[in-house]
C-alpha cells in the first residue's frame, strides 16, 4: 500500500468520525453545557463552549486517530525490520505548509470569534471595570437615573435595573438604588430584564459569580465593576466569592432567583419597606465607597463620585454627613 | 559515598523537606488555641430549647494572644468560660442565646449589620429593651456581631461605653460594664454552619479583618448541627 492510500484512508476515517462526533455533541451534549440559558449571557457562552468543543473534537479525533493508525499499521513486525522515519517525514514540504495554515486559520478564527462574541454580547457576563466599553441600550441612563436618586424600574416597561453588589469579608450584600437604595442579603432579579451588576468591596479583593447568570466580575475596594446580563428563565442561581479572600472564603456564598417581574416588584417594594428603618443610617448611594482602614472604628462612605462611569473618579475619605 | 547510600540520603532529606513544609502549614493554618466542641445536644430533654451563653471580651488574656478580641462560651456542663467557637447543636431546635458583651463599639463598617436579622420575631433585646436595628453611628455603637450567613442570622451586639471601666481581660464577670443581648433562632438541618463578627475587630491588622478575625476559637468559628 503506498502513501496515498494512507491520506486517503486517514482522511476518510477522520471526516467520518468528526462529523458524527460534533452532530452528537452539538444536538446530545450541547443543550446540556453549563452554565445553562438562565440568562442571555449563559446562552451566549454556552454556544461558545458548544463552538469551541465542535472545533476542538476533530483535532483531538486527528490526533487518536493518527496515534492508533501508527500502532497498528507502522508497528514493527515480530522478526521485520525496525522502523526508521524517512527522509520524507522531515522534509515533506506539503506537510509542513497544511500543518502551519490549518493551526494559524484555526487560532484566527478563534481570536475573531471570542473578539466577536465579546463584543455583541457587552462583555460577554465579564466586569467590564467603571466604564463598559460594550453597554446595552439604556444602561448609562438607567444608572444615571440611579445614581442621581431619581431612578425607578415597574414591570413590563423594558427598563434596565442597576443592582450593586457590595462584596465583604466574608459575604455579598446588594443594594437596589431605584428603590430607595435599602441594602440587603438577598439577590432577588426580575426575569426577562437587564441587570446592571455594579461590584464593589468594603476592604480585600472578592469576586462576583452567578454562575448560573454566566456573570462574574472581580470586587476591588473602591473600583465600581460593571457587568451585564439579562435573565430569561426564573429559578434559583448561586453566588460564590472566587477569589480567595481569607478565613472564610468557603463560606461566602448565597442563593438568588430570579422571579417574575410582578413578583419581584412585590418583593423589592416590601423589602424596601421592611428595611426602611436601617436605609435612613446607610450612607448616600455610591458606585464605591471608602471603607476605614482603621479596623472596628469606621463606617463606609461615598466617594462622591457623580458621574457613572466616569473616568475622573477620585477616591477620597469623606466623613459622615452627621 | 555508595549510590544506595546516596539515594537512602537523599530520601531522608526529602521527607525531612516535606516534614517540615506539613508542620509549617498545619501551624499557619491552626495558630489559635486548640479547641474543642462545645456539645450543647445532652443539656435539655429532646425538643427542648437549648440554651446558650456566650461573652464578648475586647482582650482574651491568655493564651497565645491575650490581646486578641474573642468570644467565650459557658461550658454548659461546667459552668466554666471556656473559648471554642465549634458548638454542636440539635437540628431543628431552638436556640436562646445570651450574650454578655463586654467590649466597646463603634460605627460600623457596613449599617446592613446593624440590622437583627433571623432570629425569632425578627427582634433581639438589649438589657431587657426590644430592638431590630441600631444606629451605630450614636451611642456606644456597635461593638460585635452574631452572624451565620447560611441561615440568614445577624445582630449586632451594642458596645459599652468607653468611658466606663472596661473589662481588660476575659473571662469578664459580670461585676464590669456589660450589656446584656438575648435572642433566639431555630438551628437549621443538619450540617456544618459558619458564624462570624462582622465588625472588622482585628485591630492592627489590614482592615481590622486579620489576627482574631482569621483564626478560628476567636471571632467566628461552626455550628454543627447534628440530628
Known amino acids: 500500500m503506498n502513501e496515498t492510500h494512507h491520506l486517503r484512508r486517514l482522511t476518510t476515517i477522520w471526516v467520518v468520525l468528526s462529523v458524527a462526533a460534533d452532530l452528537l455533541f452539538w444536538f446530545l451534549v450541547g443543550p446540556h453545557v453549563p452554565p445553562g440559558?438562565?440568562?442571555?449571557?449563559?446562552?451566549?457562552?454556552?454556544?461558545?463552549?458548544?463552538?469551541?468543543?465542535?472545533?476542538?473534537?476533530?483535532?483531538?479525533?486527528?490526533?487518536?486517530?493518527?496515534?492508533?493508525?501508527?500502532?497498528?499499521?507502522?508497528?514493527?513486525?515480530?522478526?521485520?525490520?525496525?522502523?526508521?522515519?524517512?527522509?520524507?517525514?522531515?522534509?515533506?514540504?506539503?506537510?509542513?505548509?497544511?500543518?502551519?495554515?490549518?493551526?494559524?486559520?484555526?487560532?484566527?478564527?478563534?481570536?475573531?470569534?471570542?473578539?466577536?462574541?465579546?463584543?455583541?454580547?457587552?462583555?460577554?457576563?465579564?466586569?467590564?471595570?467603571?466604564?463598559?466599553?460594550?453597554?446595552?441600550?439604556?444602561?448609562?441612563q438607567a444608572e444615571t437615573a440611579a445614581l442621581a436618586g431619581n431612578g425607578t424600574w415597574s414591570p413590563n416597561r423594558n427598563q434596565v435595573l442597576p443592582v450593586?453588589?457590595?462584596?465583604?469579608?466574608?459575604?455579598?450584600?446588594?443594594?437596589?438604588?431605584?428603590?430607595?437604595?435599602?441594602?440587603?442579603?438577598?439577590?432577588?432579579?426580575?426575569?426577562?430584564?437587564?441587570?446592571?451588576?455594579?461590584?464593589?468591596?468594603?476592604?480585600?479583593?472578592?469576586?462576583?459569580?452567578?454562575?448560573?447568570?454566566?456573570?462574574?466580575?472581580?470586587?476591588?475596594?473602591?473600583?465600581?465593576?460593571?457587568?451585564?446580563?439579562?435573565?430569561?428563565?426564573?429559578?434559583?442561581?448561586?453566588?460564590?466569592?472566587?477569589?480567595?479572600?481569607?478565613?472564610?472564603?468557603g463560606s461566602m456564598?448565597?442563593?438568588?432567583?430570579?422571579?417574575?417581574?410582578?413578583?419581584?416588584?412585590?418583593?423589592?417594594?416590601?423589602?424596601?419597606?421592611?428595611?426602611?428603618?436601617?436605609?435612613?443610617?446607610?450612607?448616600?448611594?455610591?458606585?464605591?465607597?471608602?471603607?476605614?482602614?482603621?479596623?472596628?472604628?469606621?463606617?463606609?462612605y461615598p466617594d462622591g463620585t457623580a458621574t457613572p462611569y466616569s473616568t475622573a473618579e477620585i477616591y477620597g475619605a469623606k466623613q459622615p454627613a452627621s | 559515598m555508595s549510590i544506595r547510600g546516596r539515594f537512602a540520603t537523599v530520601a531522608v532529606l526529602f521527607l525531612v523537606a516535606v516534614g517540615l513544609i506539613v508542620w509549617s502549614l498545619m501551624a499557619f493554618l491552626t495558630p489559635g488555641t486548640p479547641g474543642g466542641v462545645m456539645d450543647f445536644t445532652t443539656t435539655q430533654a429532646p425538643?427542648?430549647?437549648?440554651?446558650?451563653?456566650?461573652?464578648?471580651?475586647?482582650?482574651?488574656?491568655?493564651?497565645?494572644?491575650?490581646?486578641?478580641?474573642s468570644y467565650l462560651v459557658k461550658d454548659p456542663h461546667t459552668q466554666q468560660w471556656v473559648q471554642d467557637t465549634t458548638w454542636k447543636l440539635p437540628a431543628n431546635t431552638v436556640v436562646n442565646m445570651t450574650v454578655l458583651q463586654y467590649d466597646t463599639g463603634g460605627p460600623l463598617r457596613?449599617?446592613?449589620?446593624?440590622?437583627?436579622q433571623g432570629t425569632i420575631n425578627g427582634t433581639a433585646s438589649l438589657n431587657g429593651k426590644s430592638y431590630s436595628v441600631y444606629d451605630s453611628n450614636t451611642g456606644n455603637g456597635v461593638g460585635h456581631t452574631f452572624a451565620v450567613p447560611a441561615i440568614g442570622l445577624n445582630v449586632p451586639l451594642i458596645g459599652v461605653s468607653a468611658n466606663a471601666q472596661v473589662c481588660g481581660a476575659g473571662p469578664c464577670h459580670t461585676s464590669s460594664p456589660h450589656n446584656t443581648i438575648t435572642f433566639s433562632f431555630k438551628t437549621p438541618t443538619p450540617g456544618s454552619y459558619s458564624w462570624q463578627c462582622f465588625v472588622p475587630c482585628g485591630l492592627g491588622y489590614l482592615f481590622g479583618n486579620g489576627g482574631p478575625m482569621a483564626t478560628q476559637n476567636y471571632m467566628g468559628g461552626f455550628l454543627e448541627v447534628v440530628r
Request: include cysteine; proline fraction near 6%.
Open chain 1, 37 to 140: 440559558r438562565m440568562t442571555d449571557m449563559a446562552t451566549s457562552n454556552q454556544f461558545d463552549f458548544n463552538v469551541l468543543f465542535v472545533i476542538a473534537l476533530p483535532v483531538l479525533i486527528g490526533v487518536w486517530l493518527y496515534l492508533a493508525y501508527a500502532i497498528v499499521v507502522w508497528s514493527a513486525k515480530r522478526g521485520g525490520p525496525e522502523p526508521v522515519g524517512g527522509e520524507a517525514a522531515r522534509t515533506n514540504r506539503t506537510a509542513q505548509v497544511a500543518w502551519i495554515t490549518i493551526t494559524s486559520v484555526v487560532v484566527i478564527l478563534l481570536a475573531a470569534f471570542g473578539t466577536i462574541e465579546l463584543i455583541v454580547n457587552h462583555g460577554s457576563g465579564g466586569g467590564e471595570g467603571p466604564n463598559p466599553v460594550w453597554s446595552p441600550a439604556g444602561a448609562t
Open chain 1, 164 to 249: 450593586q453588589v457590595i462584596a465583604q469579608q466574608w459575604k455579598f450584600t446588594y443594594r437596589y438604588p431605584t428603590f430607595g437604595g435599602f441594602e440587603t442579603s438577598q439577590l432577588v432579579l426580575p426575569n426577562n430584564t437587564t441587570i446592571a451588576f455594579n461590584v464593589t468591596s468594603l476592604d480585600v479583593i472578592h469576586s462576583f459569580w452567578a454562575y448560573q447568570l454566566s456573570v462574574k466580575a472581580d470586587a476591588n475596594p473602591q473600583i465600581n465593576d460593571v457587568a451585564f446580563t439579562k435573565t430569561q428563565q426564573t429559578g434559583p442561581f448561586t453566588v460564590r466569592c472566587s477569589e480567595l479572600c481569607g478565613i472564610w472564603h
Open chain 1, 253 to 300: 456564598y448565597n442563593y438568588g432567583s430570579v422571579v417574575s417581574q410582578q413578583k419581584f416588584m412585590q418583593w423589592a417594594q416590601s423589602t424596601e419597606a421592611a428595611n426602611a428603618a436601617n436605609t435612613k443610617y446607610l450612607p448616600p448611594f455610591a458606585w464605591t465607597y471608602v471603607p476605614d482602614a482603621n479596623g472596628a472604628s469606621g463606617g463606609y
Open chain 2, 110 to 116: 457596613n449599617q446592613e449589620w446593624g440590622q437583627v
Open chain 2, 47 to 69: 425538643g427542648q430549647p437549648v440554651n446558650l451563653t456566650v461573652q464578648t471580651v475586647g482582650a482574651i488574656g491568655f493564651g497565645k494572644h491575650p490581646t486578641w478580641v
